[in-house]
């Protein structure tokens, strides 16, 4: 019904800088909630960010001063600006967003498939 497709993810440096993107598509009628959460490997995955469509914008203690969410509600999309990047951030990202569906409108809780963030020198 929802489809969530990211991009954006590589390899970068420590200290370097990446955008990454994830654009929704589908039956969506609206986004209540966008958010980025995000797997090192061994470890559980963990919330990131989130952009709600009204309020503000919470972060994990550590990203916050670092990482940036922001959205394009005409284009269904969410970013994270991800800048001065630490080893520790090496991850796989994965978008995340709470959709009201056209029609039905029912809500659904839709995760895309994720993209790799490797940070080594």
């Known amino acids: 019904q929802v489809q969530l497709v990211e991009s954006g993810g590589g390899l970068v440096q420590p200290g370097g800088s990446l955008r990454l993107s994830c654009v929704a598509s589908?039956?969506?009628?609206?986004?209540?909630?966008m958010a980025w959460y995000r797997q090192a490997p061994g470890k559980q995955r963990e919330w990131v960010a989130t952009?709600?469509?009204?309020?503000?914008?919470n972060y994990a203690d550590s990203v916050k001063g670092r990482f940036t969410i922001s959205r394009d509600n005409a284009k269904n999309t969410v970013y994270l600006q991800m800048n001065s990047l630490k080893p520790e951030d090496t991850a796989v990202y994965y978008c995340?967003?709470?959709?009201?569906?056209?029609?039905?409108?029912?809500?659904?809780?839709?995760w895309g498939q994720g993209t790799q963030v490797t940070v080594s020198s």
């Open positions: 995340n967003a709470v959709v009201r569906h056209r029609v039905t409108m029912t809500m659904g809780n839709y």
């Open positions: 589908g039956s969506i009628f609206s986004i209540d909630v």
């Open positions: 952009r709600p469509s009204v309020g503000s914008t």
